[in-house]
Nanobody, 115 residues
Framework: QVQLVESGGGLVQPGGSLRLSCTAS????????MGWYRQAPGNQRELVAT???????NYADPVKGRFTISRDNAKNTVYLQMNSLKPEDTAVYYC?????????WGQGTQVTVSS
């Protein structure tokens, strides 16, 4: 059974940084595209960033220049480095693995940006 386990969320002040990690098990990590999504209260889940199996990355406009997605295939792990955090970045962040018709999601990790 595929499992995605996120970590690294927490409370941070505006302007601060956090790094999220997502470790996958029971899948051919090198073949799948990985992504981070987020959902704030009352909002739909939205794309934050993705990285393909070849290493190409894509970012949502609100996070461009502040967030960086990366992957370590040897560790079956994808990261999201978040800098210059804003209160509007507050949300539950979810890890996603995608391959053709297959999708798997992590349980989510809370990120709260507040002074």
């Amino acid at each position: 059974q595929v499992q995605l386990v996120e970590s690294g969320g927490g409370l941070v002040q505006p302007g601060g940084s956090l790094r999220l990690s997502c470790t996958a098990s029971s899948l051919r990590f090198v073949l799948v595209d990985m992504g981070w999504y987020r959902q704030a209260p009352g909002n739909q889940r939205e794309l934050v960033a993705t990285v393909t199996s070849e290493g190409s990355s894509n970012y949502a406009d609100p996070v461009k220049g502040r967030f960086t997605i990366s992957r370590d295939n040897a560790k079956n792990t994808v990261y999201l480095q978040m800098n210059s955090l804003k209160p509007e970045d507050t949300a539950v962040y979810y890890c996603n693995a995608h391959f053709r018709a297959f999708d798997a999601w992590g349980q989510g990790t809370q990120v709260t940006v507040s002074s």
